[in-house]
């Protein structure tokens, strides 16, 4: 039997949720007609199925015997395949490759490559819709830089988007990453920025979709 595995980011929030609605619908009970009852109790189990499935929490493991490759670190769709000039940590052109998470999207973060963390930095900001390319560096933002096993850098930018009010990284400046590990969390609605060296081959282009943790999106020059 199936069942769905809920992420840690949200059980906290589910179960709160959970009480907050019973509670709402136990005073509807007791006060007001049962055709009301009835409704809030359709919206309810409507809220809850939704929330449910937004903090889903897939098991995926990827197998690759090449570390040059890079997986995808959302699920999503390409948004963006483009040089451009990344000032924040490199401050010279790089390959940018943007994927857009629709709140129906799976909003866990995975590690892109394995190998060391080098940077983890949280930026307040503002929250744009996250397919507009100026949220990259507007919205309320987490830079991750990390080294891969053969020296070469690479940077990924979690990016909050209109509706989302909260992103959670758990990557740490001078700890080990490794493919199959959560990054982090980005809650309702989001993007992803990569930043990849210019000679990086690509595999994808935009409008294909992503599956975080499966799908390849680039091969490093290494």
Known sequence: MKYIKI????????????????????????????????????????????????????????????????????????????????????????????IFMSVFDVHANWYPVAGKVLMARHHKGRHVAAYLPKSSHENERSTVVIETEAKTQILLRQIAGALARRIVTYAHAGRPCHLNEHLGFIKFGSRVDLFLPIDSEVYVQVGEETTGNETILARLNE
């Open 7 to 98: 992420h840690k980011e949200g059980r906290l929030i589910l179960l709160m949720l959970l009480f907050i609605l019973f509670s709402i619908n136990i005073f509807i009970y007791l006060r007001f007609p049962n055709f009301l009852f009835a409704l809030t109790t359709i919206v309810s189990g409507g809220i809850m199925v939704f929330l449910t499935y937004f903090f889903r929490n897939p098991t995926r493991v990827v197998e690759i015997d090449d570390p040059s490759l890079i997986v995808a670190p959302a699920d999503g769709t390409i948004v963006a395949v483009e040089e451009v000039e990344e000032h924040e940590y490199f401050g010279d052109k790089r390959l940018q490759i943007s």
